[in-house]
């Protein structure tokens, strides 16, 4: 099985996401979204809410499942039989972190690829970040996130 890990955190997931998982979802067999507890980046959304809004925003998308994770995403791809690594890139500020991420990836698991997707050009904006900074100060986000999530969102809010 061609099986491909979409990593992240996710924090909230966003249209945008959802456009890479919906495209690399066509391309392998399986696509796990794999949400990050990212302690370091200190997130909006406590990791179990994380899970859920991606399991809710990617429910009808049949080869697609989401797993919460707390290691090295070399030690999840052993574990879940996956050596592909799909990234979005957004832009050509994206693609030095990405190209350093990939290349630490494959320094300790020669065998992991990393395979990295534009967003559709209607999504090429959107980023978690913009959508936190919007909530922050009460704005209008329904156009930034999946439909799925909006109500876990407002409920914070």
């Not at 370091?40 to 009808?60: C, I, N, Q, W, Y």
């Not at 832009?91 to 992991?112: R, T, W």
Request: proline content about 4%.
């Amino acid at each position: 099985m061609n099986r491909a890990i979409y990593p992240g955190t996710f924090d909230p997931i966003t249209v945008g996401h959802t456009d890479i998982v919906r495209r690399a979802s066509k391309l392998f067999d399986g696509v796990v979204v794999a949400v990050a507890q990212s302690r370091g980046k200190r997130p909006m959304f406590d990791h179990e809410t994380r899970v859920e809004m991606a399991r809710r925003a990617l429910h009808s998308m049949k080869n697609v499942e989401v797993v919460g994770f707390d290691t090295l995403l070399v030690e999840l791809s052993e574990r879940l039989e996956a050596d592909i690594v799909v990234r979005g890139l957004r832009a050509v500020s994206d693609f030095e972190y990405e190209l350093q991420m990939g290349y630490a990836n494959s320094s300790m698991k020669s065998d992991l690829e990393t395979v990295y997707l534009m967003p559709s050009l209607e999504y090429a904006f959107v980023s978690s970040s913009v959508v936190r900074s919007i909530l922050e100060f009460g704005g209008r986000v329904e156009h930034l996130l999946p439909p799925e999530i909006l109500p876990m969102i407002e409920a914070v809010g």
